[in-house]
T-cell receptor, first 114, second 114 residues
Framework: GAGVSQSPSNKVTEKGKDVELRCDPI?????LYWYRQSLGQGLEFLIY????????KSGLPSDRFSAERTGGSVSTLTIQRTQQEDSAVYLC????????????FGPGTRLTVT | GENVEQHPSTLSVQEGDSAVIKCTYSDSASNYFPWYKQELGKRPQLIID?????GEKKDQRIAVTLNKTAKHFSLHITETQPEDSAVYFC?????????????FGTGTRLQVTL
């Protein structure tokens, strides 16, 4: 079946602009996570959604970052007034629940802020 | 919060030799420990995972061991092949719900030479 998909695959933006990143989880997966991977680094947790529960936003690095998940499926991560330090690969993952179970990752969006 | 340390950062082995990657975690309540393989430019993919009620798990050439007392876990790859070359990440999770988010190590770049 279809895996996790993300769009765009690459995004180049100017400092100060806003960007929106999209994630389509595997159908039926109720748990959705966003992580950030900076060059040569591990993955850093950003935000977690589970069903209709309030999201866990504890990993968001600043109030310029926000995310939503509509209808329990598609999620968008928004970065306002982008800064150069926001340049990274943003990865989305989903799992069938939050058991914990295997998290399936999308291909990521490579964000470059110039 | 949870902290995961991973060693070594790079590892070079000859084809056919074994490779061992070690991780330590800080929170004794962590109960789920996955290992992800990430090839260059690709998404992370789960290769094996272990839960805290198990000391060892094996899947063909890959095995993971967990020592809860010492709070460390290791990945063992036997009979390495060139296609094993990738970056490997260990991770830890505290359990269900919001605790299911993964805390990752900083990765080990494994190179298998002919």
């Amino acid at each position: 079946g279809a895996g996790v998909s993300q769009s765009p695959s690459n995004k180049v933006t100017e400092k100060g602009k806003d960007v929106e990143l999209r994630c389509d989880p595997i159908s039926g997966h109720t748990a959705l996570y966003w992580y950030r991977q900076s060059l040569g680094q591990g993955l850093e947790f950003l935000i977690y959604f589970q069903g209709n529960s309030a999201p866990d936003k504890s990993g968001l690095p600043s109030d310029r970052f926000s995310a939503e998940r509509t209808g329990g499926s598609v999620s968008t991560l928004t970065i306002q007034r982008t800064q150069q330090e926001d340049s990274a690969v943003y990865l989305c993952a989903s799992s069938k629940s939050s058991g914990p179970y295997e998290q399936y990752f999308g291909p990521g969006t490579r964000l470059t802020v110039t | 919060g949870e902290n995961v340390e991973q060693h070594p950062s790079t590892l070079s082995v000859q084809e056919g030799d074994s490779a061992v990657i070690k991780c330590t975690y800080s929170d004794s309540a962590s109960n789920y420990f996955p290992w992800y393989k990430q090839e260059l430019g690709k998404r992370p993919q789960l290769i094996i995972d272990i839960r805290s009620n198990v000391g060892e798990k094996k899947d063909q050439r890959i095995a993971v061991t967990l020592n809860k007392t010492a709070k460390h876990f290791s990945l063992h790859i036997t009979e390495t092949q060139p296609e094993d070359s990738a970056v490997y990440f260990c991770a830890a999770s505290l359990g269900t719900g919001t605790a299911s988010k993964l805390t990752f190590g900083t990765g080990t770049r494994l190179q298998v030479t002919l």
